[in-house]
């Protein structure tokens, strides 16, 4: 089964600074998708990101960008010029592509990085 | 379009009753997922469904807890004789077509609000 790890229970940063967040997975896996997604304190889920993992090329969304490395199973976001509006918990998310897989169509989630931003 | 509804928003439940939990997914998405969410951790999946069928539940706690996609209405989660434990956030969430072979928009699900369950 697949698993996704994020190791930093909350981080913080200052406003218009940057801050990367990490995340690990484990997979047999060739192909499949990762995701960002962002839970303010209104709990309504945010998609940030995603990346095909065929896709060498690290996806990137306006001030949100990742660095995906398929070899190290690492997934790890970057938010440039932090605004306060960005603190929320962020979570890591793995799909499978493949149908019949174990975990076709289900996300599986890390447990979640709260980000505090400070003024 | 309308995004993906749930209701009710919040629901408090006494131990021992039933909980009835409403998804509509959103326009033309016919998969439907439901996630559970404890407090201060990852939303967990519990259960994926098609119309009329159930694809995978291997996230579904084995007893007291069931769910449903009918032709017609929206998805049903149900659980009966409810406990403490059972006090939680769940979402649900839906796609189009999960398809690895379709465009990346096909991928995405899209959540609803949740339903905060308590349970006195």
């Known amino acids: 089964a697949q698993t996704v790890t994020q190791s930093q229970p909350e981080m913080s940063v200052q406003e218009a600074e940057t801050v990367t967040l990490s995340c690990t997975y484990d997979?047999?896996?060739?192909?499949?998708?990762l995701f960002w997604y962002k839970q303010p304190p209104s709990r309504q889920m945010i998609l940030v990101i995603r990346?095909?993992?065929?896709?060498?090329q690290n996806a990137t969304e306006n001030r949100f960008s990742v660095n995906f490395q398929k070899a190290a199973k690492s997934f790890s976001l970057k938010i440039s010029d932090s605004q306060l509006g960005d603190a929320a918990m962020y979570f890591c998310?793995?799909?499978?592509?493949?149908?019949?897989?174990?975990?076709?169509?289900?996300?599986?989630f890390g447990q979640g990085t709260i980000l505090t931003v400070h003024p | 379009n309308a995004g993906v509804m749930q209701n009710p928003r919040h629901l408090v439940r006494r131990r021992g009753q039933e909980a009835r939990l409403r998804c509509s997914p959103m326009?033309?998405?016919?998969?439907v997922y439901w996630y559970r969410q404890l407090p201060e951790e990852g939303l967990k999946f519990m259960v994926y469904?098609?119309?009329?069928?159930?694809?995978?539940e291997s996230g579904m706690p084995k007893e007291r807890f069931s769910a449903e996609f009918p032709k017609e209405g929206p998805s049903i989660l149900r659980i009966q004789q409810v406990v403490r434990g059972d006090s939680a956030a769940y979402f649900c969430?839906?796609?189009?077509?999960?398809?690895?072979?379709?465009?990346?928009?096909?991928?995405?699900?899209?959540f609803g609000p949740g339903t905060r369950l308590t349970v006195l």
């Open positions: 969430a839906s796609s189009p077509n999960p398809s690895g072979t379709s465009p990346s928009y096909y991928n995405e699900q899209f």
């Open positions: 997979t047999s896996e060739s192909d499949y998708y």
């Open positions: 990346q095909e993992a065929y896709k060498q």
């Open positions: 998310a793995y799909r499978s592509v493949n149908a019949g897989g174990t975990s076709y169509g289900k996300l599986t």
């Open positions: 326009k033309g998405h016919s998969h």
């Open positions: 469904l098609q119309k009329e069928n159930i694809i995978d």
